[in-house]
C-alpha cells in the first residue's frame, strides 16, 4: 500500500504479545505497529481485548495479580519488558487517559502538578508554567483559570476528562494511551475531546480505544479491528471502515454485530 | 407563553380522572408499612433513651457538689483546680486524697495522669496503626494481608484485664531494665499497655478507609509515572484522611476511657510531675479504684461521678471538633460537588 511521502516511524510496536490473566488468555499474539504522530483506534466489542491491549502498553496490566505475557512490546524499538527499563520512566513516556474520569480529590493546580511534583519538579514559577500549558493544551485553561485552587471533584463530567488529559500531558508524554475518554460524556463534552485528539497528534502519538465507530473514524488516521483477543485487521481507518479485507471487520462496522 | 391547552390538545393528552378509592390491599400494605416504621422508630429511641438516662442519672450524682452544702464546702470548685495550701509552711500544691481528715481533691493531678497515659499510648499506636494499616492496604502481598488483617483484629478481642496483666508483670519489669525508671509502674508502661490496646482500633478502621480509596485513584497515580510509595503517601492517605481521622478519634476515645490497663499499669500515685517515668493515676481509674469504698452520697461519692462527668465531657468535645475538621477535610476533597 503506497503511504505519504514522510513513511512515519513506528513509535511503538507490539510483537506476537499474548496476554492472560491467569490461564484466561485475553489477547492472542498480536503484533500492531502504533505510528508516530497518528491516531490510531482500536475498536472491536467489548471484551475483546482492546483496552488490555492498550493497558499493555505502559505496562498497567502489571497491576492486576495474576497477569502474564509472551511477547513483548517495543517502545523506539526497545522491549518495554526489558529490565534495563524501569516501569516509572515507561509510563512517564507512554502517559494514559482513563475511560472514567478519576482526577485525584485534590485541586485542580495540584492534579495537573501532580505527575511534575513526583517527577521531582519543585521550581513553583515553572510548575505554574506547566500546568497552564497543561490546561491550555486540554483546552481547558478559560474554564478554569479562575478556580485553579478548588476542588477538581467539582468540575463537570467533560471538564473532568479534559483535566486528565491535561494532567497526562503535564508530564510531555510521548505517546499517549486514551480508553474510550469519551464513552460518558455527552455529545458536546466529547465534540471538544475529539478536537483536542487532532490538535494533540502534531505532538504527540496517540492510541484510542473507542466503542463508538463513527468516532474512530472521525478521529483516527489508522484502525486496527480486535475480536475474541485477536487483532483482525488494521490499516488505515478509510480503508477499514469502506473497504475492510475481513468479513468479520465488515461485519463489525457495519454494525451486523457489536 | 405557551398555550396549555393546545399543547394538551395536540398531543392527545387526556383531561384528569377523578381517582378512584384506596384498594382495601393498598390500604393494607400501607398501614403495615406504617406500623414497621413505627417499630423501628421505637427501637432506635429506646437505645438513644438508655443513653440519655446514663448520662442524666451520672450527672444527677455530680450534681451533688453543688446543691449539697457538705460537698460545696469540700469540693468546691477553686479546690479542685486551684493549688491549695495542703501543709503550713510549704506552697501551694495540687493534691488528690480525698479520703483523709482535711480531703484535698485536686483534679490537676488526675488530669496529668490521664493526659500523659493518653498522649503517650496514641504517640505510640497512631503511627503503628497508620503505617501498619497502609503496608497492609498497599504493599502486603495478598496472602500476607489476609493473614494480618484478621490476626490484628483479633488482638482487639483481648480482654483490657489481660493486656493489663501483661503490661504489669512483662512490660513493665522489661521497660524498667531497659530505661531504669525509678517507679517501675509509670506512665509509659501505662501508655504502652494501651497502645496495645488501641493499635488494632486505629489500624482497622484505617485500613477499611484505606482500602475503600477508589483503584481508579492508583491507577491515575501510577500512570503518572509515580512509584507505589508515593502513590500510597501522596494520593490514598490524603484520600483517606477522613477515614483515618475517625480512627484516631475512636482510638484516642478508648485510650482516654480505658480502665483495666491503667488501672493495673500505672501505678495509681496522684503524683503531679512532667516525668513520663513518674507513676500516674488517671481519672478512669480513680473512679475504678475508689467507688467501691465511697459512702454513697458524700462528697467523694458525688466527685467520683464529676470526674464521670468530665471523662464524657472531653470524649465529646473531641469528637466534636473532629467532626469539624473531617467536614473541612471533605469539603476540601469533594468541592462543590459533594
Not at chain 1, 161 to 181: F, G, K, S, T
Not at chain 1, 227 to 243: A, D, K, R, S
Request: glycine content about 8%; overall charge positive; charged content about 20%.
Amino acid at each position: 500500500m503506497p503511504l505519504s511521502s514522510a513513511t512515519p516511524r513506528n513509535k511503538m510496536e507490539a510483537r506476537e504479545l499474548t496476554l492472560r490473566y491467569g490461564s484466561k488468555v485475553a489477547i492472542k499474539q498480536v503484533s500492531l505497529a502504533i505510528p508516530e504522530h497518528k491516531v490510531t483506534a482500536l475498536i472491536g466489542p467489548s471484551g475483546c481485548g482492546k483496552s488490555t491491549f492498550l493497558r499493555s502498553l505502559n505496562r498497567m496490566n502489571d497491576l492486576i495479580p495474576g497477569a502474564n505475557h509472551d511477547g513483548s512490546v517495543f517502545l523506539d524499538g526497545r522491549s518495554i519488558h526489558d529490565r534495563s527499563l524501569d516501569v516509572v520512566d515507561l509510563r512517564r513516556r507512554v502517559g494514559m487517559v482513563f475511560q472514567k474520569s478519576n482526577p485525584f480529590p485534590k485541586s485542580i493546580f495540584e492534579n495537573v502538578a501532580y505527575g511534575l511534583r513526583v517527577g521531582g519538579l519543585k521550581d513553583k514559577a515553572k510548575l505554574a508554567a506547566r500546568v497552564e500549558k497543561s490546561l491550555r493544551g486540554a483546552a481547558l485553561w478559560d474554564e478554569v483559570k479562575d478556580r485553579l485552587e478548588e476542588s477538581a471533584l467539582g468540575l463537570s463530567g467533560g471538564q473532568q476528562q479534559r483535566l486528565c488529559i491535561a494532567r497526562a500531558l503535564a508530564i510531555e508524554p510521548e505517546v499517549l494511551l486514551m480508553d474510550e475518554p469519551a464513552s460518558a460524556l455527552d455529545p458536546i463534552a466529547t465534540a471538544k475531546i475529539e478536537e483536542l485528539i487532532h490538535e494533540l497528534k502534531a505532538t504527540y502519538t496517540i492510541a484510542i480505544v473507542t466503542h463508538n465507530m463513527q468516532q474512530a473514524a472521525r478521529v483516527s488516521d489508522r484502525t486496527a479491528f480486535f475480536y475474541m483477543g485477536e487483532l483482525v485487521e488494521c490499516g488505515p481507518t478509510e480503508q477499514i471502515f469502506t473497504n475492510p479485507h475481513e468479513k468479520r471487520t465488515e461485519d463489525y462496522v457495519t454494525g451486523k454485530f457489536g | 407563553m405557551l398555550d396549555r391547552q393546545a399543547v394538551m390538545q395536540e398531543q392527545d393528552l387526556a383531561p384528569p380522572v377523578a381517582l378512584p378509592m384506596l384498594s382495601p390491599a393498598a390500604r393494607r400494605r400501607q398501614l403495615k408499612e406504617k406500623a414497621i416504621a413505627a417499630l423501628i422508630t421505637a427501637v432506635a429511641f429506646t437505645g438513644i433513651a438508655a443513653l440519655v438516662l446514663i448520662l442524666v442519672f451520672v450527672a444527677k450524682e455530680a450534681l451533688l457538689l453543688v446543691t449539697d452544702t457538705a460537698a460545696r464546702e469540700e469540693a468546691s470548685f477553686s479546690k479542685m483546680f486551684l493549688p491549695q495550701l495542703v501543709r503550713k509552711g510549704k506552697p501551694l500544691a495540687y493534691m488528690w486524697q480525698p479520703v483523709s481528715g482535711v480531703p484535698k481533691v485536686s483534679m490537676i493531678p488526675l488530669f496529668i495522669g490521664t493526659l500523659k497515659t493518653t498522649a503517650v499510648s496514641m504517640l505510640v499506636a497512631v503511627p503503628l496503626g497508620i503505617f501498619g494499616a497502609l503496608f497492609a492496604a498497599e504493599f502486603a502481598p495478598r496472602r500476607l494481608r489476609e493473614v494480618l488483617k484478621p490476626t490484628i483484629e483479633l488482638l482487639a478481642g483481648i480482654p483490657s484485664v489481660v493486656l493489663g496483666f501483661f503490661a504489669l508483670m512483662v512490660m513493665a519489669s522489661f521497660l524498667q531494665d531497659t530505661f531504669g525508671f525509678t517507679s517501675r509502674l509509670n506512665a509509659v508502661v501505662a501508655g504502652l499497655g494501651l497502645a496495645l490496646a488501641i493499635v488494632p482500633v486505629i489500624f482497622t478502621v484505617t485500613e477499611d478507609a484505606l482500602t475503600a480509596v477508589p483503584r481508579s485513584y492508583r491507577e491515575a497515580s501510577l500512570a503518572l509515572g509515580a512509584t507505589p510509595w508515593e502513590t500510597a503517601w501522596k494520593v490514598v492517605l490524603p484520600a483517606a484522611a477522613p477515614g483515618i481521622l475517625a480512627a484516631c478519634v475512636l482510638g484516642f476515645g478508648r485510650a482516654i476511657g480505658e480502665t483495666m490497663i491503667v488501672l493495673m499499669a500505672s501505678g495509681n500515685a496522684a503524683i503531679v510531675s512532667a516525668n513520663l517515668g513518674d507513676s500516674v493515676r488517671s481519672l478512669s481509674a480513680t473512679i475504678a479504684a475508689e467507688m467501691g469504698e465511697v459512702v454513697v452520697g458524700s462528697p467523694h461519692y458525688a466527685l467520683l461521678f464529676f470526674i464521670g462527668v468530665e471523662l464524657f465531657l472531653f470524649t465529646f468535645i473531641l469528637n466534636m471538633l473532629a467532626g469539624v475538621w473531617t467536614k473541612k477535610v471533605i469539603q476540601r476533597l469533594k468541592g462543590g460537588a459533594g
